[in-house]
C-alpha cells in the first residue's frame, strides 16, 4: 500500500527543518491548549470539584494526623 506523494503538491519537496520546526511547535502549542481546556472543563464539572474537595480532605488529614510521633518506632533487640 503506497502512499502518493505527487497526488499532495510534488513528490520531491520535503520540508526544510525550519518548517519542520515552525510545524512542530504550533502542533505542540495546539496541544498544550486543547489540554488546558480540558483541564478547566474537568475542574469546573462535578468530579473535578469533588476531586478538589478530596484532595483538600486529604492535606488536612495529613497535616494533622502526626502530632510529633515519629511515624516508624524502631526496636532494638
Known amino acids: 500500500m503506497g502512499i502518493c506523494f505527487g497526488c499532495f503538491g510534488g513528490g520531491d519537496k520535503h520540508m526544510t527543518k525550519e518548517e519542520e520546526r515552525l510545524a512542530s511547535e504550533e502542533a505542540r502549542a495546539r496541544a498544550a491548549q486543547a489540554a488546558h481546556k480540558r483541564q478547566e472543563q474537568?475542574?469546573?464539572?462535578?468530579?473535578?470539584?469533588?476531586?478538589?474537595?478530596?484532595?483538600?480532605?486529604?492535606?488536612?488529614?495529613?497535616?494533622?494526623?502526626?502530632?510529633?510521633?515519629?511515624?516508624?518506632?524502631w526496636q532494638m533487640g
Do not use: C, I, Y
Not at 46 to 68: E, I, M, P, V, Y
Open 42 to 73: 474537568f475542574e469546573n464539572s462535578a468530579a473535578g470539584r469533588a476531586a478538589r474537595a478530596h484532595q483538600q480532605g486529604l492535606a488536612k488529614q495529613s497535616a494533622n494526623s502526626n502530632k510529633g510521633e515519629p511515624t516508624l518506632k
